[in-house]
């Protein structure tokens, strides 16, 4: 790599994961631009339901600061905004549109918005509730850095006007997630914030399987299930696991479920964090299926995708140790190779270095 950037990030709570995906994956990047040189500064919004749920209150990496509101953000750290190479905007900011504009109107070096909720956000601008992204923002960002690959890249630079639309997965940061020999808890697990329109998936591909095989060991854990879910008696539910406990969870799994929110198996090419962890752990995933999910993951020698409760149960029941293993295995090569947090950071690195040999001195 060349000089070491100054980058600045805006996105949602870095120092809590309680009800938010998106802090393993800045918590892996953040760490990763940093054992690259460069210097990371992440700003968050001070809200009370992370202020209570802080599993990581003092990030060991980069620099860190909370900001009570947009008068605040804007007297503290306009100068870091004004003086960084990089300035990140990331989806579901509070206020995401004035920061947006705020950023835009006084950052120097190259501006990005990074959407780790790509289909999401699309359905919303179609709809007119996106609160923290306008369409009229896309043109001015220099980067889209898209959650989602594959059309919806041509799809935001063609109909957005988006400069340039580059995807950046999610990914997985193996000091943290990697096989541990310990005796398997369950037979299949899930972990995932409650969705309706995961929840279909759910039923059909662990909670069925659970009430044909009594005898099988089944977890979920995740929040916001309602109360009014009748759990079968194999099932063990979790309403929250911190990142901590996340290597554990997988380790303790003969198999992991993957689901998928219908705007993204919609889009295609949105894999989600937990296929990267799960696999560096080499933990076997059953996911359901989706445009794009080939490009990540082998199916049959890499992953298992599946269809009905039957599908399930005999992957559960009849699959050959040695062979559960093997395709755990070749998983976990595939994610090391190509999708740890090192791979992310020399890729964003990439964008960024490219953009601004293009601007004129």
């Keep these: 790599m ?22 393993t994956t800045y918590r892996a990047l953040l760490r990763a631009l940093e054992a690259r040189g460069d210097r990371v500064l992440f700003l968050e919004r001070d809200v009370p339901w992370y202020a209570a749920n802080r599993d990581l209150p003092k990030p060991p990496f980069g620099r860190t600061a909370l900001y009570a509101d947009l008068d605040v953000l804007r007297s503290r750290h306009a100068d870091d905004i004004g003086a960084a190479d990089l300035v990140i905007v990331g989806s579901f900011v509070p206020d995401g549109v004035a920061v947006g504009d705020w950023v835009q109107a ?37 980067l889209y850095l898209s959650f989602t690959g594959g059309p919806t890249l041509q799809r935001l630079e063609r109909e957005f006007g988006s400069p340039a639309a580059r995807v950046l997965y999610c990914s997985v940061d193996p000091e943290l997630y990697f096989p541990q020999d310990l005796e398997p808890q369950w037979d299949l697990g899930y972990m995932g914030t409650y969705s309706d329109d995961r929840q ?109 409760p039957a599908e399930v149960l005999r992957l559960l029941r009849d699959l050959p140790e040695s062979e559960r293993r093997a395709v755990g295995e070749r998983a976990q090569a595939r994610i090391l190779a190509e999708h740890t947090s090192a791979h992310r950071a020399a890729e964003l690195e990439g964008h960024v270095v490219a953009l601004l040999a293009e601007t004129p001195a």
Excluded at 13 to 19: F, H, K, P, Q
Aim: proline share 9%.
């Design 2 to 23: 060349g000089a070491p950037l100054d980058i600045v990030v805006l996105g949602l709570s870095l120092r809590s994961a309680w009800g938010n995906g998106h802090a």
């Design 106 to 142: 006084n950052a120097s070096g190259v501006t990005a918005f990074y959407d780790i909720d790509t289909p999401v956000t699309l359905a919303r601008l179609a709809r007119g509730d996106t609160a923290y992204l306008e369409p009229r923002q896309i043109a001015g960002y220099d």
């Design 200 to 308: 279909p998936t759910v039923d059909q591909l662990l909670l069925a399987p659970a009430r044909a095989w009594p005898e099988g060991r089944f977890t979920v854990a995740g929040p916001q299930y309602p109360a009014g879910i009748r759990w079968p008696a194999n099932v063990q539910y979790t309403p929250h696991l911190p990142p901590v406990a996340h290597r554990e969870f997988y380790n303790r799994q003969r198999f992991t479920l993957n689901v998928t929110r219908a705007d993204m198996i919609e889009a295609g090419w949105s894999p989600s964090v937990r296929l990267f962890e799960a696999a560096a752990c080499a933990t076997p995933i059953v996911s359901d299926r989706w445009s794009g999910i080939e490009s990540l993951l082998e199916p049959g020698r890499e992953i298992f995708l599946a269809d009905s």
